[in-house]
């Protein structure tokens, strides 16, 4: 049986004054690709900012590698393997597509295998590597959203976080990002991703979670709950 990389128990989030998470629990096991769905408000970017230290914990612990990571920074969880694409991206825009690949191999001092990675980003995303010493800034949200996924794979992560990463994407490009999903995770990099949009997150699932309202309400096998009514009638508008 595979090994338990992250589990949240009893998760307690605050956020803005109001309680968003309210005692979430759920496990991502070695080498699974797990969803959590949900609509917007449901409480999953504030889960996830709360396993990468970027928010405080009401209460409930985050276990990672079978150790509580309560309070510790984002910066020391990167060192241990746990990598997010948050929300947004956030890609350094005055930098190129290059120098941000290289500013995700900051833990590292392996100079010929970081040289060899960043090689490896640009066959995974060749548009990247056209454009290599163009200003991030000047990229289309899609093509960021390749770089903030390229930046966090250069860390080598266990664990890669994707929060919301088809947003505001056009229909092809969503289609590029989670062929590049899938890609990663067949690679055998753990993967747990937050998404609205459910259908296509549970089409490339092995598990989902769903949230509403700060609490996990269904989870279970993706292709299950991808063909479950409630869900359906909820999330996929049928």
């Not at 589990?7 to 309680?19: E, F, S």
């Not at 930046?151 to 947003?167: C, G, N």
């Not at 989870?219 to 869900?231: C, I, Q, T, Y």
Request: charged share 25%; aromatic share 4%.
């Amino acid at each position: 049986m595979a090994d338990t990389l992250l589990k949240v128990t009893g998760l307690k989030v605050a956020y803005g004054g109001i309680q968003a998470v309210k005692g979430v629990d759920f496990e991502v096991n070695e080498g699974e690709l797990v969803t959590l769905i949900g609509s917007n408000g449901a409480g999953k970017t504030t889960t996830m900012k709360a396993i990468t230290g970027t928010l405080p914990m009401m209460g409930g612990d985050i276990a990672y590698l079978g150790k509580s990571i309560k309070g510790r920074g984002a910066w020391d969880l990167v060192k241990e393997g746990l990598a997010m694409v948050p929300e947004g991206r956030g890609v350094f825009t005055r930098m190129t597509i290059l120098e941000n690949l290289q500013m995700g191999a900051y833990i590292r001092s392996d100079k010929p295998e970081i040289a060899t990675d960043i090689e490896k980003m640009f066959n995974l995303f060749p548009r990247l590597r056209e454009r290599k010493e163009q200003l991030a800034g000047t990229l289309s949200g899609g093509e960021q959203q390749m770089l903030a996924m390229g930046r966090a794979l250069m860390s080598r992560p266990k664990v890669l976080l994707l929060d919301e990463p088809s947003m505001g994407l056009s229909p092809l490009m969503v289609d590029k990002i989670f062929e590049v999903i899938r890609d990663v995770s067949s690679r055998g990099v753990t993967v747990l991703l937050v998404e609205q949009n459910a259908s296509r997150a549970l089409g490339i699932a092995d598990r989902g979670y769903v949230m509403e309202s700060g609490l996990v309400t269904m989870n279970g096998d993706a292709k299950e709950l991808l063909s479950d009514p409630r869900v359906r009638a909820a999330y996929l508008g049928e």
